[in-house]
């Protein structure tokens, strides 16, 4: 007898974030962004913290950025991902969302990432999940000689 698999995520039960879910199953990333200041918002809120209004939208933007961190884990936290350990979470911030920053899983395996790094986002639904997750995979791989020194 197999156990189906209950994935942990999903939209809260509060409905705050729903339309970023929403946004997922249709093939698009959707952050909020004030409607009066226009700043993006991430992770989800009621108002907006630069401005105080209760006006935040959500707009879709490209899934493409740049890695801002970036962490390897051997230990699967969430059991759906005993099959994958090792694998790489990064850091993605997003030029088209005022640099906010979002996190997922890294699609290009383990070996290589560098801070820096150039990344798209791919729509993916697990077998048995309800929800698909946003994943992502480099778009460059510039070598360390091509990289600056920091």
Do not use: K, N
């Not at 189906?4 to 929403?22: C, F, K, R, S, V």
């Not at 698009?28 to 913290?49: K, S, V």
């Not at 790094?117 to 995979?137: I, M, N, S, Y």
């Amino acid at each position: 007898m197999t156990t189906a698999i209950e994935y942990p995520w999903g939209p809260a039960a509060d409905g705050l974030d729903q339309p970023h879910w929403d946004g997922l199953r249709d093939g698009e990333l959707r952050i909020q962004r004030c409607g009066e200041c226009a700043t993006w918002i991430w992770g989800p809120q009621w108002i907006c913290a630069h401005c105080h209004t209760f006006s935040p939208g959500w707009e879709s933007v490209e899934p493409t950025g740049v890695v801002y961190a970036w962490s390897r884990s051997h230990y699967p936290f969430i059991r759906e991902y005993a099959d994958r350990a090792p694998y790489v979470t990064v850091l993605v911030e997003l030029p088209h969302a005022g640099g906010r920053r979002v996190l997922g899983m890294l699609l290009d395996g383990d070996g290589g990432i560098h801070i820096g790094d150039e990344v798209t986002g791919e729509f993916q639904l697990d077998e048995g999940a309800e929800w698909p997750l946003l994943r992502w995979r480099r778009t460059q791989s510039a070598t360390e000689s091509e990289r600056p020194h920091r």
